[in-house]
């Protein structure tokens, strides 16, 4: 595989460290943001594009505000439109469908390709064709009760097809993962480094099975850490805060203090503890360290979303772009080539030029970012909501009878202009925290094989985790996997700064993401794996065969304590947001529940549909 030199590229801002509140000054040009974008329908969306980052900054700044620009009307109205084109906007656009048979609907995103936090990224390595997630990764078979297990059935997500790479070769076999998330077996080692003591670095490896022999960690460490672990293999379940559904007393008590606190009250962990080892692995699904967090975001998904244990995690070969792609052929058969099955809905190519086409009941267009969302007249009133969006470098409007904002927080709170009060101040308790997700293809993964490891955690340096895992066989080949196999490891850059503000720890971490050259990236992952992995075989330049960067400036809803069930007897800002809709206008997207799950983005979106229904019903005939 050929990888672009960067060596050449432009630098107009490197790592300039500015304090909260305080935007970049200077961002970075094109060719230091984007980096290699891999291969396929996806190599040109790699996490946010520089576009879709510089079009919401000018909305925040409000470029578009007032007369003066010129706005094209397309002449078109539909009976909805829906804003974001991510697992939640397409769900709201099924739920639509099927709900109002016939009727038009758009959705508009942001990005070059459909699936928001749901995409892929794909390398061709050595003649292989290699997938990854670009954020949302695994997925939960349903309980067979739960809506969601018909919703799946629905878009052809057949749960017993996942079938995953199947150990071959001679080399001793390992135990691994169908998800990148670990789980601390005996094929899981810790890496100490400099930090520690150890520039030349020591893996201890099984370290919950050793008891932490080995670890060049102080004695309380040592002590606090295996305590928490014994108290519960999965942390946090049978101690005397443990709730038993949501809003109960015990939840809401969760959601009054903050994951740090409760961590150090429950297991007697001190602050140090938690901070250089749990810290943002803990609540890493939340973007933030615990400091920062309530305490309910690590109850929630399991009180809210009960799924079928027994079958573990699942993962489409891309993640949950799976999911995604799914919902698509549901809305337009032919916008992937190829038939319903999951193979080919899995391995089919995009048709673009199929998605926004006139006699398709939903179309989707790309590229285009919402800039203003507005009942044409006094909300109660209207007969329209009118959409504006900039593509190209042009404006358009188009009208709606009722449109669902499933964009997310970040950019909802600027662009809807007649927002109620209750929402706009709702709004202003959303805080999303940056992530990079960079994916290292590797041509084989001998080196971590030799130390026995097939799960790592570290605790200096950039990143803190990766995972080999096996991949579903009827999304790629071939269907066997050993240390000669080429795959991605995949790592998650989150950026808590424990001690400061919430929003200041976000705004800090967004600069970094933001300033910071795909090259400074690209030689930090690559001095990581080398320290690590040297030892054991590693060379950077000959197994290295592909870095892609996916950098999500506003990546996890980070819910702060009060962000479930709200403070001072008033609901949680999330709530607020699903009772006031308003007349033409309701809103979706996972972050309203305070967890980052696409169920809850397809549940959302479910909800949204229903408070429209009455608002599209009222609207005059599309024209
Ligand atoms: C790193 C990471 C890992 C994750 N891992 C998992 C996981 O393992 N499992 C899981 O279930 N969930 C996971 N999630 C959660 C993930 O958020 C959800 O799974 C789901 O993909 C979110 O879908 P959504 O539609 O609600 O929001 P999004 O995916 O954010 O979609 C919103 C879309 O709207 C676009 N948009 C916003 N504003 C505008 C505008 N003004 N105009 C046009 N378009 C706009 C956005 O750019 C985006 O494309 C993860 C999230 C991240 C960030």
């Not at 007249?377 to 900039?390: D, K, N």
């Not at 490891?489 to 933001?514: N, Y």
Request: with cysteine; glycine share 12%.
């Amino acid at each position: 595989m050929e990888r672009r030199d960067f060596l050449n590229a432009t630098l107009l801002a490197s790592g300039s460290a500015l304090l909260g509140g305080v935007t970049p000054l200077s961002i970075l040009a094109e060719s230091d943001w984007t980096g290699f974008g891999g291969v396929g329908d996806y190599a040109e969306s790699n996490g946010n594009t520089r576009n879709v980052m510089m079009a919401g900054h000018a909305i925040r700044d409000g470029v578009f505000e007032g007369k003066g620009h010129e706005i094209t009307d397309t002449g078109e109205r539909f009976d909805c439109i829906i804003v974001g084109g991510g697992i939640s906007g397409l769900a709201a656009a099924l739920f639509f469908g099927r709900s109002h048979p016939g009727k038009a609907c758009l959705v508009l995103d942001n990005h070059p390709i459909f699936g928001g936090e749901a995409k892929r990224n794909e390398f061709e390595v050595d003649g292989r064709r290699l997938m990854a997630h670009q954020g949302s990764a695994a997925c939960f078979p349903p309980l067979s009760s739960d809506f969601l297990a018909g919703f799946y059935d629905s878009v052809g997500i057949d749960w017993d097809q996942f079938r995953y790479q199947e150990w071959t070769g001679s080399a001793r076999e390992m135990e691994i993962q169908t998800a990148p998330y670990g789980v601390g077996g005996p094929t899981s080692g810790f890496y100490f480094g400099a930090k520690f003591g150890h520039p030349e670095g020591v893996w201890v490896s099984n370290p919950w099975g050793t008891q932490l022999a080995g670890a060049p960690i102080s004695r309380q460490a040592r002590r606090e850490l295996l305590q928490m672990r014994e108290t519960d293999r999965k942390p946090f379940s049978t101690h005397r805060f443990q709730p038993k559904e949501h809003g109960d007393a015990a939840s809401r008590h969760l959601d009054s203090v903050t994951l740090e606190r409760h961590l150090m009250d429950t297991y007697g962990l001190s602050r140090e503890t938690v901070r250089t080892y749990l810290s943002p692995i803990s609540g890493g699904g939340s973007g933030l360290g615990a400091d920062a967090l309530s305490a309910y975001c690590e109850y929630a998904a399991d009180l809210l979303l009960p799924w079928d244990y027994k079958k573990g995690a699942q993962m489409f070969p891309g993640g949950n772009t799976g999911v995604a792609r799914h919902i698509l052929k549901q809305l337009i058969p032919g916008a992937i080539s190829g038939g319903a099955s999951m193979a080919e809905i899995c391995r089919g190519a995009v048709q673009f030029s199929s998605l926004d086409q006139a006699p398709s009941a939903t179309r989707i267009r790309l590229n285009a970012t919402v800039i203003s969302v507005q009942h044409a007249g006094e909300p109660g009133r209207s007969e329209t909501v009118e959409v504006l969006y900039e593509l190209g470098k042009n404006l358009y409007r188009v009208r709606a009878g009722a449109v669902i904002m499933a964009g997310g927080s970040w950019t909802t709170k600027h662009i809807v202009r007649d927002l109620p009060a209750a929402c706009r101040e709702a709004y202003s308790h959303f805080h999303r925290a940056p992530c990079l997700m960079a994916n290292v293809a590797v041509r084989n993964w001998r080196f971590l094989h030799r130390l026995g490891l097939t799960e790592c955690q570290w605790f200096e340096g950039i990143g803190n985790s990766i995972t080999v895992r096996k991949v579903a066989t009827f999304g790629t080949d071939p269907a066997t996997i050993n240390p000669d196999s080429p795959t991605v490891l995949t790592m998650k850059i989150l950026f808590s700064k424990p001690g400061l503000p919430i929003e200041e720890q976000i705004v800090r971490g967004r600069t970094e993401l933001l300033t910071t050259p795909f090259r400074d990236y690209e030689r930090l992952i690559r001095e990581q794996f080398t320290a690590m992995f040297a030892r054991s075989g590693f060379d950077a330049n000959r197994d290295i065969a592909g870095i892609i960067l996916n950098r999500w400036g506003h990546a996890y809803l980070s819910p702060q304590p009060g962000f479930f069930f709200g403070t001072d007897g008033k609901p949680g800002p999330g709530e607020v947001l699903r009772q006031n809709s308003y007349d033409r206008v309701a809103f979706a997207n996972s972050d309203l529940a305070g967890i980052m799950d696409h169920r809850m983005s397809i549940l959302e979106a479910r909800r949204a549909v229903s408070q429209i229904a009455a608002a599209v019903d009222r609207a005059g005939p599309v024209i």
